[in-house]
């Protein structure tokens, strides 16, 4: 696989719940489009994460698309900036480029001592695809690297390959994330994942970690088989809870806790608050408060923003964002207790364009 040139910066900068509760008033807050399909040379933008930085600054990353809206082909990480809480966002910026190949999964973390920003991918060789890499009809398997940023994510580093720290030799599919990864209140690093094991189809959710400030990186627990795309928070005991992707056709959020910092999980349950359309979510914890955003219907529409005061044993109705189109979302925190969320949504499909909303915390609850 052909090294990564050394990247370049290119701008140009334009009391408890009960289930269900009552929605609350929408806000007034305008959307902002952020990554439209077609434009700066990309057919497709999908794959939102975004990351609140210590100093205020909003990064919007996605993968740009070069080929169309298929997960395989010339894909590239990209990345917009907003200094002002996602009203404005800068021009887009090249992230990771690995020609034809396929960089996918963007899930940030901040470290909060030393501000570094990490953001682990995922690389294949654009002319395979997911099912050929799981079926093991193609030698190759997906791999694992991190790019850093020391200044707010104006730039960034080369990408750097940690395949062999957080891959099994048996797992052939890996993604990273997508959305972003947390940082415990010990100060470990959790980026969530998933995997695939050789000699089956079925994928499982996991964890890797670093206890020393991401110079290295550790494989966690993985959950049961049937589960995917995950995201993690802290709970107030110092528990970690994955909400997980599930294949397990109850259409429903698949659950697990973890009592040792992602060494091991609980079996998983399903939580019927969750509506599942088998896609992507987003979660995040914000003062003793959860956050949840998925399509909240069968299918791949209605993206609703959720909360819950009791760590997930009841959710708020919440407030719909789009209620057309839309798929993957991803949550972070803003100032003035307000909650940013950037997913894909549109009028004819779910990846005409990424979107950003601020909305109040007291309109979710």
Known sequence: ??????????????????????????????????????????KSFRIPALLATRK???LAFAEGRKGGQ???????????????QGRTW?????????????????CPVQDAKTGRIFLPLTVNPGNVTERQIIDRTVPDRRTVFMTTSDDDGLTWTILNEITSFTRKDNWTWYATGPGVGIQTRTGRLVIPCDHAVEGTRATLSHVIYSDDHG?????????????NECQVVELRSGALLLNMRNYHRQNRRAIAISHDAGATWDPITHDQALIESVCQASLIARDGVLYFANPASTKREKLTVRASRDEGKTWSAGQVLHAGYSAYSCLAPLKRDRIGCLYECGEYSPYDRIAFASVSQSSLI
Do not use: H
Request: aromatic share 4%; net charge negative; glycine share 12%.
């Open 215 to 227: 110079r290295t990186w550790q494989i966690g627990g993985s959950s049961e088989p049937g589960t």
């Open 70 to 84: 298929s997960d395989s082909g010339d894909i590239d990480i990209v990345l917009k900036r907003s200094t002002d």
């Open 1 to 42: 696989m052909p090294t990564s040139p050394k990247l370049t910066r290119r701008s140009c900068l334009t009391g408890l719940l009960s289930a269900p509760a009552l929605a609350a008033a929408p806000d007034p807050l305008a959307k902002t489009t952020v990554f439209q399909a077609g434009d700066d040379g990309y």
């Open 56 to 58: 205020g600054t909003l």
């Open 90 to 106: 800068s021009g887009i910026e090249i992230i990771a480029d690995r020609g034809p190949d396929t960089v996918g999964n963007p």
